[in-house]
């Protein structure tokens, strides 16, 4: 370590942001990274005791000041395989330098080993915006080039963690010897991954590593061209701790009081907006109006100033323009609240930067934890709490939403209410000025009534916060992340190939997915899967089967599921008999299973009950068809009861249902949703979807181990 | 083309399946295709001539039957670069045979053309049971073997096609020389494509070609080894002439009386169920019940046998047990109607397939399309036709959809109920016996009535006839597509690179776009674009502009613009600064346009009008957020306003929009969408998606040129 950081502080001193090769070499030695090994070899006996210290076959080179270009003097030999032959090598140079330039002033011959057997791969480090330094592997040439088959992790990287970015790309096969080729050594890849990892690690000063090529092949991994970026320091990110973090958090969530600064009785405003719905959604905590100009409020006794309340203070809600912000929330912060509810907007947003760095500071300095500013509030309901200037939601539940976007906010609650969805949190971030996603994630991780998260979000002020804090909620309960601005790729100023390849969002997505996260796709996939995951027991298995009675939903079932990552269990031939006992002598076994069209109730509940109650079965996937012999409510029914009475027998397993069918299938959904079954009509897409959601769930959770 | 065919029929009669290496080249030839020049010099004159003939570069090969190996024996010479290298490379090979064994006879030196370098490619044929002869390309190596880089045509294929294939493979841009390689020359190599097309098409016997590798550089392509399997020369494909399959299908959906065979008085009953359909939808034709037992059913005058109506009868709907529909299909046959509407179910599907051999044979053997058997039926509104056991479905509109499966069609009804969708028809074609994908194509390209078809399938009968129809279709109206079984990859015994490849679904997904066909990746999809595509006029051109009042919904739509293959435009200057005219300063003009959140209906009013206006912006994607301003109606009114008024001065351009907010929101969209924007609330990529449908049909149209 004291070797590397006197290259950098020399390199850094002289004004220089790239180490030179042989700095960056050293550099490489340091850390255990093979690069090909070389020496200065001043007679022919030292040539041969370096090239077999190195290992052969090698490349000599002559090396003298005198002599510019080395190939045209005959002072370089490639390949050379034998001590014999670099004995005689040596000497043959130095005799073609002589004879090149008589008087030339030779210093030695550089004696090189010769690299490039094997598989090229690339490994580097960048220094990312959002997650400080990442680590990147990819295969060489066209596939990281072209295709950007590469794959992402945060720094440091553990032996398992690098083991696995090497099969995190799509050519994976490629290193385990495909097309007849050599494997790599995997562990002294993986090593050398770990190590790239560990160096930027150690010394934050490297802003990048390219190590492209790297050579792997069945003995080892060798950097034969290293590169290495170095700049200032980056800032160091200020963190609470975890114990100050609750405390505030659940002073906000919980609050005994809750003061409105800017509250009105005047309809139309938003703090009688605020007012109206603190009071008509049953919060039970006090509730303080503040203004000056009124003695009551909506029944409720007005104060001029914050200052003025009798008592504690948990939260104020601010509901007031932006240029009287700054007082009132230093008065609010004297008076000690946990939480600022800074609905206005007129700060970041709208460019006055100098506006929110103000209040910021305010907060900051009384210890204030401020949400927005430029939101439209937070709902908690296991609290009654509706402290937004929207319609109240009162539909309790177990899911908890944040958005970074007002209107997305408002399209969970319009979402919420019209599936009726349970939730326990709807809380807007706005400009995320200070509370942000880890500070609620640090909340919701030990909240009871939360049993899954779902997050909007357009960026991360701290990458590193929120990968830690998700790690942490996703061992308990699922964290789905919709990321927004997916394909605005970063107008990054690359120095080297890794930079060029390290888009925003390749690397948000391996870094979510390396926290555990479930990142939907979409907007709506966020929404239900924020609906769904709750509803769903976790799987214990990965064998998925299909019972349909609609042999068309089960083909598109089959598709859905390989989409969503699933898999369909292979059936034992005892238990394809067991179903086989059901199902019509045409139907079909194996999996799907095909009930066929025209069955009677009795046989989707014989099938069904099997599948739920035989333990290899983990999930059951169910495809229903719209008949005169078993309606819709029917269906949804005796689907409800049989999953009820084989939960309460111990048989708990997630069941997702697409139903075909006339309108009457809306209503069947509906009521299965209502019972633990997440069923959709006219999609085979969206149950199987969600599924999947639930699985990627729990695999990350290491239920599946 | 005598001497291919010299060749192939010597091999099939010889019992062969694969050609010799010198067949293969020798039919390469013959096909102009490039294989490494080659011939058999007896002197040393002789061989610098034939290298010369050949091109530079040579491998120098001794011919003789007494020696095996040749490298043992300094027979070989690899890689003579002039004249006078090959001069005296012939001489040393002479003289190393002789050294190695004097009594050996010597027939010559093979000189050969030293190939490989440029591009490693794959060019290959297959069979597919679908499609018939498919070319497939792809580049060499681990981009085609591990990552499956490949892409598929129906031979033969014209040369814009073969160009058309080199920029279809994920990793295009290596051949047109990424990371410094020379580009290949493209018009050789798509020539040389278009003659592996010209050559399967022209001898069906040729069951595979594997040219692998090729090697493409800025010269030209030769390929370096030739594999060719045979068979036996694949069954014509029976195709009806258009005329006649118009002819009866323009009876079947316009029919002028329609018998019910098995019409019943009984509830419950499928025939009473029928019955009551063609009546209660309203049909104006003539009804016939068919019951041996009845004198009147319904109030209709029942007959005893079809052949005891009076006057011509055009459909048939069968109503009756799988054992009884022979003989009365025979009458039916018998009295002439066009089309036989087989309802019945014991067919194909639970194995009787020597009953469904029998129906057809006698359906052909009258010249009557029958539709199953194993269906619901089908609609057509126009004619008030509902010729189903199903419900009656009675709102008019534009789209045809079909499907395979039962589940899906209750599926496409009660999507179609729930959301108002104006269908044309809804068709069920069961186990295609008869009636396919092809015939209804054919009947809904000429029909009025009908503006877009929709069809579930879960596989072709007829690959080439459904690629013909769809061609002709497609440059007047869209035609989607839900291809079911996509991830079921074929059980293929390939006996070839090119056949390995040729995974059933890439196969589809190829041949699907080449016949312009907007492919739907899930069931919902399919309904959406049918619901959606209809109402939106078509794009004239590229630009895409969003207009958004939350800024989280832009960034979430540009994400969806991205996914869909659709193209946000550059706005020029003039037109920005037109823009922001319009909106708040602190909002972003750019592209998407960010009105911010709290403005009036005059904003969304000026921009979307600006947007209609101007003739350099094409599409409109609109990002709705729900405020107390601009609530969702006074929105959805104001949109449908002004685009009613910009599409009466001739501004037609598709709109689409995303609304967030609370649940009015669902009743804006509804409105909306009855307005012709196609809306929907809480989601931001399914207006996209149906968007970027209806650009992949308006490219495939040639209506973006």
Redesign the interface.
């Known amino acids: 370590m004291g070797a590397v950081r006197e290259v950098i502080e020399k390199a850094l001193a002289e004004g220089r942001t790239a180490l030179t090769a042989p700095e960056g070499r050293q550099i490489c030695e340091e850390y255990g990274i093979a690069t090909p090994g070389e020496g200065l070899a001043t007679s022919a006996d030292e040539a041969v005791s370096i090239a077999e210290r190195i290992g052969l076959p090698v490349v000599l080179k002559i090396v003298s000041p005198d002599i510019l270009h080395k190939t045209d003097a005959g002072g370089v030999l490639v390949g050379l395989k034998s001590a014999e032959e670099v004995r005689a090598g040596y000497d043959t140079i130095l005799a073609n330098a002589r004879a090149h330039n008589a008087d030339a002033a030779i210093d030695g011959v550089q004696v090189q080993q010769l690299v490039g057997g094997g598989h090229e791969v690339i490994v580097g480090a960048v220094t990312d915006p959002t997650f400080g330094k990442v680590i990147a592997f990819g ?1 060489g ?3 990281v ?3 950007k ?1 590469v794959t992402f992790r945060l720094a440091p990287v553990s032996g398992e963690d690098a083991l696995g970015m090497l099969d995190d790309i ?2 994976a ?2 290193l385990r010897g ?2 007849g080729a050599e494997p790599a050594n995997r562990e002294a890849l993986a090593e050398l991954i770990e190590r790239v990892g560990r160096l930027v690690s150690d010394v934050p000063e490297i802003v990048e590593v390219d190590l492209n090529p790297v050579f792997a092949d069945a003995n080892g991994a060798v950097a034969a061209d290293v590169r290495i970026l170095i700049g200032d320091r980056p800032a160091e990110v200020a963190r609470l701790p975890r114990e100050e973090i609750l405390r505030q958090m659940t002073r906000i969530f919980k609050p005994r009081s809750v003061a409105v600064i800017g509250a009105s009785a005047e309809t ?1 405003k938003i703090g009688n907006s605020v007012m109206r719905n603190l009071i008509n959604g049953g919060y039970q905590g006090q509730i303080f109006p503040i203004n000056p100009k009124a003695d009551e409020i909506m029944g409720l006794a007005a104060y001029k100033s914050i200052s003025d309340v009798p008592g504690d203070v948990d939260v104020a809600v601010f509901a007031i323009p932006a240029k009287f912000v700054a007082p009132a929330l230093e008065e609010a912060g004297r008076k000690g609240v946990a939480g600022a509810i800074m609905i206005p ?1 007129g700060f970041a ?3 006055n930067v100098e506006g929110q760095k103000e209040i910021v500071e305010i907060a900051r300095r009384h210890g204030v934890r401020m949400l927005g500013p430029n939101i439209y509030g937070y709902y908690y309901t296991p609290e009654n709490l509706c402290a937004t200037f ?2 109240p939601y009162d539909v309790k539940g177990s899911v908890a939403l944040t ?6 906010g ?2 969970i ?3 919420s ?2 599936t009726k969805m349970g939730v326990s949190a709807i809380v807007g971030v706005g400009n995320k000025a200070d509370v942000d996603e880890d500070d609620l994630l640090t909340f919701f991780e030990q909240d009871d009534n939360t049993k899954a998260v779902a997050m ?1 979000l ?1 960026d991360l002020k701290d990458g590193r916060g929120f990968v830690e804090a998700a790690r942490r909620v996703v061992r308990q309960k699922p964290v789905i992340v ?1 990321k ?5 790729m970063g107008a990054r100023a690359a120095g080297s190939h890794t930079g060029a390849l390290a888009g925003d969002d390749k690397v948000y997505d391996d870094i979510l997915r390396q926290a555990g996260v479930v990142r939907a ?5 966020m ?1 239900e899967y924020a609906r769904a995951l709750p509803i769903l027991p976790a799987p214990q298995g990965e064998n998925v089967v299909i019972i ?6 089960g ?2 079932l ?6 969503a990552g699933l898999t369909l269990m292979d059936i034992p031939p005892d238990l394809d008999a067991a179903f086989r006992a059901y199902i ?1 002598p ?1 139907g079909a076994a194996g999996n799907p299973i095909d009930i066929t ?2 069955e009677p109730p009795s046989t989707y509940e014989n099938t069904v009950r099997l599948g739920l109650a035989d333990e290899r079965i983990h999930a059951l996937v169910l ?1 229903y ?2 008949t ?1 012999v078993t309606p819709p409510m029917v269906f949804a029914e005796l689907i409800a009861r049989v999953v009820a009475e084989e939960r309460a027998k111990g048989n708990v397993k997630p069941v997702v249902a697409s139903l ?7 209503e069947a959904s509906e009521y299965l949703f209502e019972h633990g079954v997440v069923a959709y ?6 149950p199987v979807a969600v599924l999947g959601a639930k699985y990627r769930w729990a695999r990350a959770a290491g239920l599946l181990r």
């Open positions: 295969l040439g066209v596939l080039e072209v295709l088959d799509r050519a096969e490629v495909a097309r139309g907007s947003e709208t460019g929207c319609t958005s970074q976007s007002g209107g997305i408002m399209a609650l319009g979402f209410r019209t909007h357009e919709l927004a601005g997916r394909t605005a796709p979409g907007l709506n996939d929404l349909t009675g609609a042999g068309g939903s083909v598109l089959s598709d859905a599921i390989v989409d019509p045409f069209g025209g495809g068809w719209h005169i075909a069918g006339d309108t009457e299938v809306e009509p006219y999609t085979t897409e969206k």
